[in-house]
Structures are given as structure tokens and as C-alpha cells.
């Protein structure tokens, strides 16, 4: 019987959680280890022991993505989020510049960057492109190296 109450107890929190999940944009992409958990990559791949996780949450959470062009008419991107995680979350992120066509800009400034998210704490960065020909961008996170 508790074991029935509890299944239950779960099942009702992910429908209740569940209509709390807002997608982020998908220019954006976070990897597994850096993200908080949510209903599309934990409740069927980890029902139970990633019970704690839904609800709680462990990564970060994108919140925002905003892009502009700058008085020099070259286009920049800042990204805010929050760490959900009860410890600092270090993660990296590169951008990829896009022109008009789709193709991505080559250019030195497509590396790897850190980012430290302090606990329990909202975090932002911001990029620029290289060029004037940056119409578009995608953002790739991976956990951070050492």
C-alpha cells in the first residue's frame, strides 16, 4: 500500500511539474550534465531515481536569449539562465556564427568558453560575432574540462 501511495505521489508530481516546463530556445543547446533535469530527458529514462532530480533539479535552466546588432552593426547574443544545482556549476559554451545562407563563419573566436554558475544563482554571458555577416548563431554547452 505505501508503495502504491508513493507511485502515486510521483506520477501526480510529474503531471504538476510537468505543465511548469517551458522550452528554451532551440538556438541554444545544453547538454546532459550541464542542463536541469525535465520531463523530456529524465521521467522515462530515470522514473524513480531521477525523482529528486525532476523536482528539485540539479543543472542549469536557460532563461533568456536575446540578440541585437551593436552601433558597428555586428550582431551579439546574450544568454541568462539560472543554476538550479545547491553547488557551483561550471560548464563550457562555443558559439557558432551563421551568415544568411545557414553556413557557419569560421573564425578564431569559435572556442570553448567557462562559465561558473554560482549556486542557487541566476548567470548570464554574452558573444559577439566575428563579422557583419552573422545573421544567426547556435550555442553549444558541455561540462566544463578539469
Not at 507511485?7 to 550541464?34: E, L, N, T
Not at 525535465?38 to 523536482?55: C, D, H, K, Q, V
Not at 549556486?119 to 554574452?126: L, Q
Request: glycine share 6%; with cysteine.
Amino acid at each position: 500500500m505505501k508503495k502504491c501511495l508513493l507511485m502515486m505521489f510521483f506520477a501526480g508530481s510529474v503531471f504538476v511539474f510537468a505543465g511548469c516546463y517551458k522550452p528554451h530556445d532551440k538556438r541554444v543547446s545544453v547538454a546532459a550534465g550541464v542542463r536541469s533535469d525535465t520531463i523530456e530527458n529524465n521521467i522515462i529514462t530515470r522514473p524513480f531515481i531521477g525523482a529528486y532530480s525532476l523536482l528539485a533539479g540539479e543543472g542549469i535552466d536557460i532563461k533568456d536569449v536575446r540578440s541585437w546588432r551593436n552601433t558597428a552593426g555586428i550582431m551579439e547574443v546574450q544568454v541568462s539562465g539560472h543554476n538550479r544545482a545547491v553547488y557551483t556549476k561550471q560548464f563550457e559554451y562555443r558559439v557558432e556564427w551563421l551568415n544568411d545562407k545557414g553556413m557557419r563563419i569560421e573564425a578564431q573566436q569559435t572556442v570553448w568558453l567557462r562559465v561558473s554558475a554560482k549556486a542557487m544563482s541566476d548567470f548570464s554571458f554574452t558573444a559577439t560575432a566575428p563579422s557583419r555577416d552573422a545573421v544567426d548563431f547556435k550555442i553549444n554547452t558541455r561540462k566544463a574540462k578539469g
